[in-house]
């Protein structure tokens, strides 16, 4: 496979949301998409945050889940944005109340910049990651309390 079927196949997954493709040995592509509500325009694509409860203290804990709340998580891959420009303020700090569809943070994925909204009002506890930071699918990104 040469670098422009490479680029025509990151350029279908992105077109068509694809979030897996698998390249087997005889030649044959395999492409898979999760079904996810996203809502997208030429610059600025909405989309549902991971919302997970706390672990229970029996359960595999990560250092972001020891704490009581709902912990926001990242719904893509993509680099972690706190506020609409440099120089601008944090859509959302720590004690901040938030409401259902409020800005909480920008992910940045292939170019595109994807608004994270609150799916549930609750109070910031804690920012988990650091603005510029790239984060994984799935990445717990705020602490709710």
């Not at 694809?18 to 909405?46: C, F, H, N």
């Amino acid at each position: 496979m040469n670098i422009q079927e490479l680029k025509e196949l990151a350029s279908m997954m992105q077109e068509y949301h694809l979030t897996k493709v698998e390249l087997l040995a005889d030649g044959q592509v395999t492409m898979e998409r999760q079904e996810a509500a996203v809502s997208a325009s030429p610059q600025i694509a909405t989309e549902k945050p991971i919302l997970m409860q706390a672990a229970a203290p029996d359960q595999e804990e990560t250092p972001a889940a020891e704490a009581k709340g709902r912990v926001i998580c990242a719904p893509m891959v993509g680099v972690f944005y706190a506020a609409s420009m440099p120089d601008a303020d944090p859509f959302v700090k720590p004690g901040d109340a938030v409401q259902s569809g409020d800005v909480l943070c920008i992910i940045e994925a292939m170019k595109l910049m994807n608004e994270i909204c609150a799916e549930q009002e609750g109070e910031i506890a804690e920012v988990l990651v650091q603005n510029g930071q790239l984060v994984e699918y799935g990445q717990p990104l705020f602490r709710l309390v």
